[in-house]
């Protein structure tokens, strides 16, 4: 089991930037994949981020590569996104969740791989 609970969300202008951490509680957090999901209103809980337990594999969606960055810092059961360049359409609640290792596409990028998620944390870009 473990517990997530993301932070550092809030209100930016397009082109501004956000660092989103999550801490997650339970001693095995360095044996789970982690990722990141975003969910915008009237919208289906969509992929952002995955990285390996080790943090030396990371994938990202299409529409964040070159601005978001995913890191974790398994000493201190934390991981974070760094969004930049943030624009309108990134608007969301951001969630953070804990799985197994994955591999492809298809598995990382699916809710349904991950057991463990956070309460999300609001995002809100204006332009």
């Known amino acids: 089991q473990v517990q997530l609970v993301e932070s550092g969300g809030g209100l930016v202008q397009a082109g501004g930037s956000l660092r989103l951490s999550c801490v997650a509680s339970g001693r095995t957090f360095s044996s789970y994949a982690m990722g990141w999901f975003r969910q915008a209103p009237g919208k289906e809980r969509e992929f952002v981020a995955h990285?390996?337990?080790?943090?030396?594999?990371?994938y990202y969606a299409d529409s964040v590569k070159g601005r978001i960055t995913i890191s974790r810092d398994n000493a201190n059961n934390m991981v974070y996104l760094q969004m930049n360049s943030l624009k309108p359409e990134d608007t969301a609640v951001y969630y953070c969740?804990?799985?197994?290792?994955?591999?492809?596409?298809?598995?990382?990028?699916?809710?349904?791989?991950?057991?463990?998620w956070g309460q999300g944390t609001q995002v809100t870009v204006s332009s």
């Open positions: 990285i390996s337990w080790s943090g030396s594999i990371t």
């Open positions: 969740a804990a799985g197994g290792e994955c591999l492809g596409y298809r598995c990382y990028a699916s809710t349904a791989r991950y057991p463990f």
